[in-house]
C-alpha cells in the first residue's frame, strides 16, 4: 500500500491538486480585484506623478525642439571657433520660425539661463526678422554678427550647443550649488552665492534636532501614557492628541503670538525678571522659533508609535528585572529600554522624514535663517517657476529619504519597525 | 545546621491601595527556612498582594515583613535577594535563554567563567541543558517555565516566590511541571512561597498551606490536616469537595454535638459549635460517605438517587438525603460496584467523626 504516492482524485474524476489550484485562482483574481482601485489610485497619484517629475527634472528638449536645423547644421561643428555659414543660416531659419509664432522669448530666456546676455541679443534679432531687415541673399553670418557683438562672440555659440542634447543634469548640479561649464567641466559656484548646501546642512541639522527633542520629549510622555491606570492615560492621551486634530496653520501661528518680541513667553521673562525690557531675546524668524514649532507639531508621530509598543511590555519583565538584583536603571536599560526600539526607530524614522520635508512652519516662523530646502523649492514652484529646478530638489529630497531609510534598514531592520 | 522557624515572618501587616479597604488584614505569618509554603485562595483574596509585599514592589499599610530576622520593608525589591516566578514566566524576550539567567549575575559582577558555571547547573537542574542560544519565543511554554524557575534560583536566593507559575500551562504539563517543581526545592533546599488558587496544586506541592480569604489566613496546616480538618466552612468548602447540612445544635456532649435539621437528626463530631441552640454548617467528605454501609455507623439514613454519572474512575451520585437534593457520593470502580438507579432508594451511612460541625455558612 503507498496511498501516498497515489494521486487523490475528486468526486467528478478531477486531480484534486488542479481542482484545489483552480480554487485558489479565484479566490486570487477576487483579491486582486478588491486592491485594485487602490493600486490604480496609488498609480495615478503616486508613481505617476514622481516620474512626471523625474522627467520635468532633466527634460531639456525644448531648445533641442525649437532649433531644429541649427542642432543638425552644429554637429559637424567642432565648437572651437566661430561655427560656419551654414550654421547661421538654419540659426536664422529656425530663429524666424519662431518669431512667426511668437515664441522666440521663451527661446531668449532659456538660453539667457545658460549664459547671461542672450535675452538681449534675441531681442535685437527678432526685431530686425519683424522689420524685414535682414537680406536673405546676402550672407546671413556676417548680417548677424553685426546686430550685436556677442553674435561674433564663440562663447554664445557653444552655449547654444551645450543645451542641444534632450536631457541634462543641470538642474541637479545647480541643486548642490554647481554647475556645467563652458567646456562641459563641473564647477562649484562661487562661495558667495553657494545658498543650496548651506539649505540641504540646515535642513539635515533642523530635522536631526527635531526628532532628538521629539524623542527625548516623547519617551517619558508615551511611558507615562503606557503605564498610567486607563482613567488617567484617556485623558493624557487627548491631550497628546488635541494638537493633532488642530489645524496646522493654527497651531503655527499660536506659537507666532507666543514667541514673538512682544509675545506671551517675552513677556512672562520679562515679568520674572529673567531678561530686561529692552533686551527681549529673538525666538521667532530664526531657527529658535522652527525647533520649537516643528517639536511640538511633530511630538505626536513619535509618541504615538512609542505608546504602541510600550503597550505590549509587560511590566513585569521590569519588576522581574528589580527582583534579579538590577536597580531600577539596569532593569530600565537593559530590559525595558532594548524592548522599546522598534517603536524608537519607527517614531524617529517618521518624525526625521516629515521634518525633512517641512514646509508650512518653517515658512512661517523660521525667517531667514530657519527656511528649510522645502521653502526654496516651493519658491522656485511659486516665484521663479522653475519647475524643472523644484523637480530636481524634490527629487533629491526623495532619494535623500531612501538613503536614509535604507541606512536604517541595514542598522536596525525595517522589520523592526511597530507601527502599532 | 538548625533552620530557623521564623525565616520569613510577617508580623500584623495590613494593606490598603485606597485607604478604604484593607487588602490584607492584620497577617500574622511565620514560614520557616527551606519550606514549601503555598497562599491558596480566591482571587481577591490578597494572597498576591502579600507576595508582592514580600517581594517588595508594594509596601505594606502597617506592620513589618522580616527576613531572615530583618526588618526589609524599607529595602528595595533589587537589594532583597528574593528570586520571583512571574504568572506569565516574565523571560526577556530579547536575550537568550543563556543571558536571561546570566541577568542576575552580570549585575552581581560575577565573573564570566562563575556566570557560565552557574548557568549551566541552573539550566541542567530543569534539564535544559543545550538551550542556551535560544530565544524565549523559540520555547515552549514549559520550557520557558523552566527557564523562569532555574533564573529565579540562578543567584542562589534566600527565598524564591512563585506567583501562579503554572496558570497558562495545559493539564498534564502542568501536573509534570509541579512535580518538578516539587523535586527541585528538596534537592537545593530552598524556602518556597507559592501562590496558587488551584487548590489540587497547593494539596501536591506543599509542606504547608496558608488558604487567604477576604485578606486573612483562614487556616495554617500541611495538605492532609487541611484536607481532613478544615477548621471552618470556607476552608471546607474551598479545600476539595464537600457536603453540607445546616441546621441547629440540639444536645453537645464533649466531642460529639447532635444537630437538628429540618427534617431528620444528624451526629457530628463539634468543631467550632460550643453550646446547644447555636447555628451550624455540618461539612462531610463525598468519599466518607459509604452506600449500604456493612458495619455499623452511627449516622444512617435513607435518601433517593437523583443522578448518577460516570466519571471513568469513580462514579459519582446525587442523593436526596435529609432535604438536601445536592448530596454528594463518590463510588469508586471496583467489579463489585453496585447497580445504581435514578429514583432508587439507597442506604447511607457515616461516621460522625467525620462530618465536622463548623461555623453556619
Known amino acids: 500500500m503507498s496511498s501516498e504516492t497515489r494521486q487523490i482524485l475528486t468526486t467528478d474524476g478531477i486531480p484534486l491538486?488542479?481542482?484545489?489550484?483552480?480554487?485558489?485562482?479565484?479566490?486570487?483574481?477576487?483579491?486582486?480585484?478588491?486592491?485594485?482601485?487602490?493600486?490604480?489610485?496609488?498609480?495615478?497619484?503616486?508613481?505617476?506623478?514622481?516620474?512626471?517629475?523625474?522627467?520635468?527634472?532633466?527634460?531639456?528638449?525644448?531648445?533641442?525642439?525649437?532649433?531644429?536645423?541649427?542642432?543638425?547644421?552644429?554637429?559637424?561643428?567642432?565648437?572651437?571657433?566661430?561655427?560656419?555659414?551654414?550654421?547661421?543660416?538654419?540659426?536664422?531659419?529656425?530663429?524666424?520660425?519662431?518669431?512667426?509664432?511668437?515664441?522666440?522669448?521663451?527661446?531668449?530666456?532659456?538660453?539667457?539661463?545658460?549664459?547671461?546676455?542672450?535675452?538681449?541679443?534675441?531681442?535685437?534679432?527678432?526685431?530686425?526678422?519683424?522689420?524685414?531687415?535682414?537680406?536673405?541673399?546676402?550672407?546671413?553670418?556676417?548680417?548677424?554678427?553685426?546686430?550685436?557683438?556677442?553674435?561674433?562672440?564663440?562663447?554664445?555659440?557653444?552655449?547654444?550647443?551645450?543645451?542641444?542634447?534632450?536631457?541634462?543634469?543641470?538642474?541637479?548640479?545647480?541643486?548642490?550649488?554647481?554647475?556645467?561649464?563652458?567646456?562641459?567641466?563641473?564647477?562649484q559656484v562661487d562661495e558667495d552665492r553657494r545658498i543650496h548646501r548651506i539649505l540641504w546642512l540646515r535642513t539635515l541639522e533642523i530635522a536631526l534636532f527635531v526628532t532628538i527633542f521629539c524623542f527625548l520629549m516623547?519617551?517619558?510622555?508615551?511611558?507615562?501614557?503606557?503605564?498610567?491606570?486607563?482613567?488617567?492615560?484617556?485623558?493624557?492621551?487627548?491631550?497628546?492628541?488635541?494638537?493633532?486634530?488642530?489645524?496646522?496653520?493654527?497651531?503655527?501661528?499660536?506659537?507666532?503670538?507666543?514667541?514673538?518680541?512682544?509675545?506671551?513667553?517675552?513677556?512672562?521673562?520679562?515679568?520674572?525678571?529673567?531678561?530686561?525690557?529692552d533686551n527681549r531675546p529673538t525666538m521667532m524668524y530664526n531657527k529658535v522659533g522652527t525647533y520649537v514649532a516643528m517639536t511640538q507639531i511633530l511630538l505626536p508621530f513619535m509618541v504615538l508609535p512609542l505608546y504602541s509598543v510600550m503597550k505590549t511590555i509587560s511590566p513585569s519583565l521590569m519588576r522581574a528585572g528589580k527582583s534579579l538584583g538590577g536597580t531600577p536603571f539596569v532593569a530600565f536599560w537593559k530590559v525595558y529600554f532594548p524592548l522599546t526600539i522598534p517603536g524608537i526607530g519607527a517614531g524617529c524614522l517618521l518624525v526625521f522624514i516629515l521634518a525633512i520635508g517641512y514646509y508650512i512652519t518653517p515658512a512661517l516662523v523660521g525667517g531667514a535663517s530657519g527656511t528649510l530646502i522645502s521653502n526654496q523649492i516651493a519658491y522656485h514652484m511659486k516665484a521663479t517657476l522653475d519647475w524643472s529646478f523644484a523637480s530636481a530638489m524634490g527629487l533629491m529630497l526623495l532619494s535623500g529619504v531612501l538613503v536614509i531609510y535604507w541606512v536604517y534598514n541595514k542598522?536596525?531592520?525595517?522589520?523592526?519597525?511597530?507601527?502599532? | 545546621m538548625s533552620k530557623n522557624p521564623e525565616f520569613v515572618k510577617f508580623d500584623k501587616v495590613d494593606k490598603s491601595y485606597d485607604g478604604k479597604v484593607l487588602v490584607v488584614k492584620d497577617l500574622q505569618l511565620d514560614i520557616a527556612e527551606g519550606e514549601f509554603i503555598t497562599m491558596l485562595g480566591p482571587s481577591g483574596s490578597g494572597k498576591t498582594t502579600c507576595l508582592m509585599m514580600l517581594a517588595g514592589f508594594e509596601t505594606p499599610t502597617n506592620g513589618e515583613i522580616l527576613l531572615d530576622g530583618n526588618i526589609i520593608s524599607n529595602i528595595p525589591p533589587h537589594k532583597r535577594g528574593i528570586g520571583m516566578v512571574f504568572q506569565n514566566y516574565a523571560l526577556f524576550p530579547h536575550m537568550t535563554v543563556?543571558?536571561?539567567?546570566?541577568?542576575?549575575?552580570?549585575?552581581?559582577?560575577?565573573?564570566?567563567?562563575?556566570?557560565?558555571?552557574?548557568?549551566?547547573?541552573?539550566?541542567?537542574?530543569?534539564?535544559?541543558?543545550?538551550?542556551?542560544?535560544?530565544?524565549?519565543?523559540?520555547?515552549?511554554?514549559?520550557?520557558?517555565?523552566?527557564?523562569?524557575?532555574?533564573?529565579?534560583?540562578?543567584?542562589?536566593?534566600a527565598?524564591?516566590?512563585?506567583?501562579?507559575?503554572?496558570?497558562?500551562?495545559?493539564?498534564?504539563?502542568?501536573?509534570?511541571?509541579?512535580?518538578?517543581?516539587?523535586?527541585?526545592?528538596?534537592?537545593?533546599?530552598?524556602?518556597?512561597?507559592?501562590?496558587?488558587?488551584?487548590?489540587?496544586?497547593?494539596?501536591?506541592?506543599?509542606?504547608?498551606?496558608?488558604?487567604?480569604?477576604?485578606?486573612?489566613?483562614?487556616?495554617?496546616?500541611?495538605?492532609?490536616?487541611?484536607?481532613e480538618k478544615p477548621v471552618n466552612s470556607f476552608v471546607a468548602e474551598f479545600i476539595g469537595e464537600n457536603n453540607t447540612f445546616n441546621g441547629e445544635v440540639s444536645d453537645i456532649s464533649g466531642e460529639k454535638c447532635k444537630v437538628k435539621l429540618s427534617n431528620g437528626e444528624i451526629l457530628a463530631s463539634?468543631?467550632?459549635?460550643?453550646?446547644?441552640?447555636?447555628?451550624?454548617?455540618?461539612?462531610?467528605?463525598?468519599?466518607?460517605?459509604?452506600?449500604?454501609?456493612?458495619?455499623?455507623?452511627?449516622?444512617?439514613?435513607?435518601?433517593?438517587?437523583?443522578?448518577?454519572?460516570?466519571?471513568?474512575?469513580?462514579?459519582?451520585?446525587?442523593?436526596?438525603?435529609?432535604?438536601?437534593?445536592?448530596f454528594i457520593l463518590k463510588v469508586p470502580n471496583s467489579t463489585s460496584n453496585l447497580e445504581l438507579k435514578v429514583k432508587q432508594d439507597i442506604k447511607i451511612g457515616w461516621n460522625s467523626s467525620d462530618a465536622r460541625a463548623l461555623d453556619p455558612k
Open chain 1, 17 to 187: 491538486e488542479v481542482s484545489l489550484k483552480k480554487a485558489e485562482k479565484k479566490n486570487k483574481i477576487k483579491a486582486f480585484l478588491l486592491v485594485a482601485p487602490l493600486l490604480l489610485f496609488l498609480f495615478i497619484t503616486y508613481v505617476f506623478p514622481i516620474g512626471e517629475m523625474f522627467t520635468r527634472s532633466v527634460d531639456d528638449r525644448m531648445v533641442t525642439n525649437m532649433l531644429p536645423k541649427t542642432f543638425k547644421a552644429m554637429e559637424s561643428w567642432d565648437g572651437k571657433e566661430l561655427p560656419p555659414e551654414e550654421v547661421f543660416t538654419a540659426f536664422y531659419s529656425d530663429f524666424k520660425f519662431l518669431v512667426e509664432n511668437e515664441t522666440q522669448g521663451k527661446l531668449g530666456q532659456r538660453l539667457n539661463k545658460e549664459k547671461n546676455g542672450f535675452n538681449t541679443i534675441t531681442k535685437k534679432l527678432m526685431r530686425l526678422i519683424k522689420r524685414n531687415k535682414i537680406d536673405e541673399s546676402q550672407s546671413i553670418k556676417e548680417q548677424i554678427m553685426k546686430i550685436h557683438k556677442r553674435w561674433a562672440n564663440v562663447e554664445y555659440w557653444q552655449a547654444i550647443k551645450r543645451t542641444a542634447p534632450p536631457y541634462t543634469m543641470a538642474k541637479y548640479l545647480k541643486g548642490m550649488d554647481m554647475y556645467f561649464a563652458a567646456d562641459g567641466s563641473i564647477a
Open chain 2, 98 to 157: 543563556y543571558e536571561n539567567l546570566a541577568f542576575p549575575l552580570r549585575v552581581r559582577k560575577m565573573e564570566k567563567n562563575e556566570i557560565d558555571k552557574k548557568v549551566d547547573k541552573a539550566l541542567s537542574m530543569v534539564s535544559l541543558n543545550g538551550f542556551e542560544t535560544r530565544m524565549p519565543g523559540q520555547l515552549s511554554g514549559g520550557q520557558q517555565q523552566r527557564v523562569a524557575v532555574a533564573r529565579a534560583l540562578v543567584f542562589d536566593p
Open chain 2, 270 to 326: 463539634a468543631i467550632s459549635v460550643k453550646s446547644k441552640g447555636e447555628q451550624t454548617t455540618v461539612s462531610l467528605r463525598p468519599e466518607r460517605a459509604l452506600i449500604e454501609p456493612g458495619e455499623t455507623m452511627d449516622n444512617m439514613f435513607s435518601g433517593k438517587v437523583e443522578e448518577v454519572i460516570y466519571h471513568g474512575d469513580h462514579t459519582r451520585v446525587r442523593i436526596n438525603l435529609l432535604g438536601n437534593p445536592e
Open chain 1, 218 to 277: 516623547g519617551y517619558p510622555i508615551a511611558h507615562l501614557l503606557a503605564t498610567l491606570p486607563m482613567k488617567y492615560s484617556n485623558l493624557l492621551m487627548i491631550c497628546v492628541l488635541l494638537p493633532f486634530w488642530t489645524s496646522l496653520l493654527v497651531r503655527t501661528a499660536s506659537w507666532m503670538i507666543l514667541l514673538q518680541t512682544q509675545g506671551v513667553v517675552n513677556d512672562f521673562f520679562v515679568m520674572i525678571g529673567l531678561v530686561a525690557d
Open chain 1, 411 to 420: 542598522l536596525v531592520g525595517v522589520d523592526n519597525i511597530k507601527l502599532g
Open chain 2, 159 to 227: 527565598v524564591v516566590l512563585m506567583d501562579e507559575p503554572l496558570g497558562a500551562l495545559d493539564k498534564n504539563l502542568r501536573e509534570s511541571m509541579q512535580y518538578e517543581i516539587k523535586h527541585i526545592h528538596e534537592s537545593i533546599g530552598v524556602t518556597v512561597v507559592y501562590v496558587t488558587h488551584d487548590q489540587s496544586e497547593a494539596l501536591t506541592m506543599s509542606n504547608r498551606i496558608a488558604v487567604f480569604n477576604d485578606g486573612k489566613v483562614q487556616q495554617l496546616s500541611n495538605p492532609s490536616e487541611l484536607y
